[in-house]
């Protein structure tokens, strides 16, 4: 029998109030079933009924180890504990509180936790859910004491890269040196902690401690290369030459960058970009030889591609602005500003770089059509019109586009064409939503009474009239 069915036939059983049947049907499904959230939580419901303590807490528990955010199997867990198990009721009612978003509020309940237990592995269990809450509610400083107590107990080596990534993260470098020392003393075997360290003090420019503590080769050759010392980098990326491996093809532009060749340089570049695309090192590796060059647009523009891929679009932004105040007339930095200008909804900013790229490239489709729709969205829908015509007589592929021609034609009441629009729409998009929708305003549409499109004004241009009067 299916799961679904054993749930079925017990939940029958239990609507005749026949709950001990039930119970020993779900009772002898365990084995097969046991991972089952419904399952668990409908024979510890029975179990509760049956008045089976033991028997409702074993499953109660085993719930939320299943699917940690049962609401319902903390509560009853809550209740199960309370007055018999401190430590058990803490946790949970702080796990509990932090299904309600109450994080703040567990706190005190994993520290009381902490408080009624003397067990070893409780204890780490308690502080490890404690530093949790308190990287949170970001007291960082409270999760790293946590953290600290935790391997004062017990070492652990995901602790120590722990410690050091909140160090990181609060620029404390140095004792985040300091921590992943002592890591890789309690864990010689493991090669992580050693390439993060190594990490470190190359950022620290310590590169003969970076050469200790690396435990890859080409961790190695940066640091050789961090250092000048470009021959020796050479010798070891040849010996490990990985034509599958990016980081092999970024070091080797490193290697060219440092000894002044930029086109072996470049040709690197390219070929770590095809193995990592979008990956921000590309484009920054790209803007420093466009330093070099002395070519400021380039430089500028590819630091803006960086943080575009870092996702830091505010400063990709400045860079494209700069980009764009080096050279006009490139437009490379336009279109990534109407990017992220489409993203924030900065309507006049968007206009301005839209009417830029059409004044540049005069056909290029995807401009005409968004400019279109930025004066669609202003309720200007003469001009949004203008530019929508261009789009379609430059050849745009987007059907859409005679959707919202429709629209504007209808709100300068211009049925006639609005009605060749939304047709041409159609022909174009027969599956569209919009189908029956569009179809019944086709025929609604009274063609012959429709006017011309300079014969009526729309509510704006009346509007906008009566201001300037």
Same mark, same amino acid.
């Given at each position: 029998?299916s799961?679904n069915?054993t749930l079925?036939?017990?939940?029958?059983?239990?609507d005749?109030?026949?709950?001990?049947?039930?119970? !020993?049907?779900l009772q002898?499904?365990y084995?097969?079933?046991k991972?089952?959230?419904e399952?668990?939580?409908?024979?510890a419901?029975?179990?509760?009924?049956?008045?089976?303590?033991?028997?409702?807490?074993?499953?109660w528990?085993?719930l939320?180890?299943?699917?940690?955010?049962?609401?319902?199997?903390?509560?009853?867990?809550?209740?199960?504990?309370?007055g #018999?198990?401190?430590?058990?009721?803490?946790?949970?009612?702080a796990?509990?509180?932090?299904?309600?978003?109450?994080?703040?509020?567990?706190?005190d309940d994993?520290?009381?936790a902490?408080?009624?237990t003397?067990?070893e592995?409780?204890?780490?269990?308690?502080r490890?859910l404690?530093?949790?809450a308190? !990287?949170?509610?970001?007291?960082?400083?409270n999760a790293?004491?946590?953290?600290?107590?935790?391997i004062?107990?017990?070492d652990?080596?995901?602790i120590?890269y722990?410690l050091?990534?909140?160090?990181?993260?609060?620029n404390?470098?140095?004792s985040?040196?300091?921590?992943?020392?002592?890591?890789?003393?309690?864990?010689p075997?493991?090669?992580?902690?050693g390439?993060?360290?190594a990490?470190?003090?190359?950022?620290?420019g310590?590169?003969?401690k970076?050469?200790?503590?690396?435990?890859?080769p080409?961790?190695?050759?940066?640091?050789?290369l961090?250092?000048?010392?470009?021959?020796?980098?050479?010798?070891?990326l040849?010996?490990?030459?990985?034509?599958?491996?990016?980081?092999y093809?970024?070091?080797?532009a490193?290697y060219?960058?440092?000894?002044?060749?930029l086109?072996?340089?470049s040709?690197?570049?390219?070929?770590f970009?095809s193995?990592?695309?979008?990956?921000?090192?590309?484009?920054?590796?790209?803007?420093?030889v466009?330093?070099v060059?002395?070519?400021?647009?380039?430089?500028h523009?590819n630091?803006?591609?960086?943080y575009s891929?870092?996702?830091?679009?505010?400063?990709?932004?400045?860079e494209?602005?700069?980009?764009?105040?080096?050279?006009?007339?490139?437009?490379?930095?336009?279109?990534?500003?109407?990017?992220?200008n489409?993203a924030s909804?900065?309507k006049?900013?968007?206009?301005?770089f839209?009417?830029?790229l059409?004044?540049?490239?005069?056909?290029n489709t995807f401009?005409?059509?968004?400019?279109?729709?930025?004066?669609?969205?202003?309720?200007?829908f003469?001009?949004?019109?203008?530019?929508?015509?261009?789009a379609v007589?430059a050849g745009?592929?987007d059907?859409?586009?005679?959707?919202k021609?429709?629209?504007a034609?209808e709100?300068?009441?211009d049925?006639?064409?609005?009605? #060749?629009?939304?047709?041409?729409?159609?022909?174009?998009?027969?599956l569209?939503?919009?189908?029956?929708?569009?179809?019944e305003?086709?025929?609604?549409?009274?063609?012959?009474?429709?006017?011309?499109?300079?014969?009526?004004?729309?509510?704006?241009? #009346?509007?906008?009239?009566?201001f300037?009067?």
């Amino acid at each position: 029998m299916s799961n679904n069915g054993t749930l079925m036939q017990a939940q029958m059983l239990i609507d005749q109030e026949q709950y001990e049947k039930a119970y !020993e049907m779900l009772q002898n499904a365990y084995e097969k079933m046991k991972d089952d959230a419904e399952y668990l939580e409908k024979t510890a419901l029975l179990a509760k009924t049956l008045d089976k303590k033991e028997d409702a807490a074993k499953y109660w528990e085993e719930l939320v180890a299943v699917n940690p955010d049962s609401l319902i199997g903390y509560s009853e867990l809550l209740d199960i504990y309370s007055g #018999k198990d401190n430590y058990k009721y803490y946790i949970t009612r702080a796990k509990y509180k932090i299904l309600n978003d109450k994080v703040s509020q567990s706190i005190d309940d994993y520290k009381k936790a902490i408080n009624s237990t003397t067990d070893e592995s409780s204890l780490i269990n308690a502080r490890f859910l404690l530093a949790k809450a308190y !990287e949170h509610e970001n007291k960082i400083q409270n999760a790293i004491d946590e953290y600290y107590r935790i391997i004062e107990q017990k070492d652990d080596m995901a602790i120590y890269y722990k410690l050091a990534d909140l160090y990181c993260g609060i620029n404390d470098r140095f004792s985040a040196i300091n921590i992943l020392e002592r890591g890789v003393k309690a864990f010689p075997e493991v090669n992580e902690l050693g390439e993060y360290l190594a990490a470190l003090y190359i950022k620290e420019g310590d590169y003969s401690k970076a050469l200790e503590k690396a435990r890859s080769p080409y961790t190695k050759v940066k640091a050789y290369l961090m250092n000048g010392d470009n021959d020796e980098a050479l010798k070891l990326l040849s010996e490990n030459k990985d034509e599958n491996n990016a980081n092999y093809y970024a070091l080797m532009a490193e290697y060219y960058f440092n000894i002044k060749d930029l086109n072996k340089c470049s040709e690197h570049i390219d070929k770590f970009e095809s193995l990592s695309p979008q990956n921000p090192l590309v484009f920054q590796m790209r803007a420093l030889v466009c330093d070099v060059q002395d070519d400021s647009y380039g430089y500028h523009y590819n630091m803006g591609r960086c943080y575009s891929y870092k996702q830091d679009y505010e400063l990709a932004m400045a860079e494209y602005l700069n980009a764009h105040r080096q050279d006009p007339e490139k437009s490379e930095a336009i279109k990534e500003i109407i990017k992220i200008n489409e993203a924030s909804g900065d309507k006049t900013s968007l206009m301005e770089f839209y009417e830029k790229l059409v004044r540049q490239e005069p056909d290029n489709t995807f401009a005409l059509k968004g400019l279109g729709d930025v004066y669609a969205d202003l309720y200007e829908f003469r001009n949004a019109l203008e530019y929508y015509e261009k789009a379609v007589k430059a050849g745009t592929t987007d059907y859409e586009i005679y959707n919202k021609m429709g629209f504007a034609y209808e709100k300068i009441k211009d049925l006639s064409s609005a009605k #060749k629009a939304y047709e041409k729409y159609l022909a174009q998009a027969p599956l569209s939503p919009d189908t029956e929708k569009l179809k019944e305003k086709l025929a609604k549409m009274d063609t012959s009474s429709s006017a011309p499109i300079n014969s009526e004004e729309g509510l704006i241009d #009346k509007i906008m009239k009566l201001f300037g009067k």
